[in-house]
């Protein structure tokens, strides 16, 4: 079999894909977790009286609490899959990624199963974004800002 031949083959076989649609939808829903964030943020500064940048820690808890809970329940892949790359900002992609993995593991107990796998796949997310904050810091200290 030769690279035409498969490559038609393929082609018969995988299905059509709608980029544009799948492009869109995701940048739709993105801009609806933006909007959301932002209306979350402004309920509770305005409702509790507390500062933008409490409110702002508040809104990431209640997007993580939203996607483990949706997580745990089986349904943020199948929104993932419908809605795209949009609904997998980062705070939500992450807490997503350890609740995952918390329930993979959770049949071989608290501490061989959940304790020692709980973060790995979000385990990496840390040790680079440690790294790189590192890194950074260096290199704001030898410039001089």
């Given at each position: 079999m030769n690279i035409e031949e498969y490559k038609?083959?393929?082609?018969?076989?995988?299905?059509?894909?709608?980029?544009?649609?799948?492009?869109?939808?995701?940048?739709?829903?993105?801009?609806?977790?933006g909007v959301l964030a932002q209306l979350l943020i402004e309920f509770y500064s305005s409702f509790e009286e507390i500062s933008m940048t409490e409110a702002s820690s508040l809104m990431m808890?209640?997007?993580?609490?939203?996607?483990?809970?949706?997580?745990?329940?089986?349904?943020?892949?199948?929104?993932?899959?419908?809605f795209g790359a949009g609904l997998i900002v980062p705070i939500t992609g992450f807490s997503h990624s350890t609740t995952s993995s918390a329930l993979?593991?959770?049949?071989?107990?608290?501490?061989?199963?959940?304790?020692?796998?709980?973060?790995?796949?979000?385990?990496?997310?840390i040790?680079?974004?440690?790294?790189?904050?590192?890194?950074?810091?260096?290199i704001k200290i030898i410039i001089g800002g």
């Amino acid at each position: 079999m030769n690279i035409e031949e498969y490559k038609s083959i393929t082609k018969k076989i995988l299905p059509k894909t709608m980029t544009f649609k799948k492009l869109f939808l995701s940048f739709f829903v993105g801009g609806l977790m933006g909007v959301l964030a932002q209306l979350l943020i402004e309920f509770y500064s305005s409702f509790e009286e507390i500062s933008m940048t409490e409110a702002s820690s508040l809104m990431m808890v209640t997007f993580i609490l939203i996607s483990s809970l949706l997580t745990g329940l089986c349904v943020f892949d199948k929104l993932v899959t419908k809605f795209g790359a949009g609904l997998i900002v980062p705070i939500t992609g992450f807490s997503h990624s350890t609740t995952s993995s918390a329930l993979e593991y959770k049949k071989e107990g608290l501490v061989n199963g959940i304790g020692s796998n709980i973060f790995k796949l979000s385990g990496t997310v840390i040790l680079y974004g440690i790294i790189s904050a590192y890194v950074v810091a260096i290199i704001k200290i030898i410039i001089g800002g």
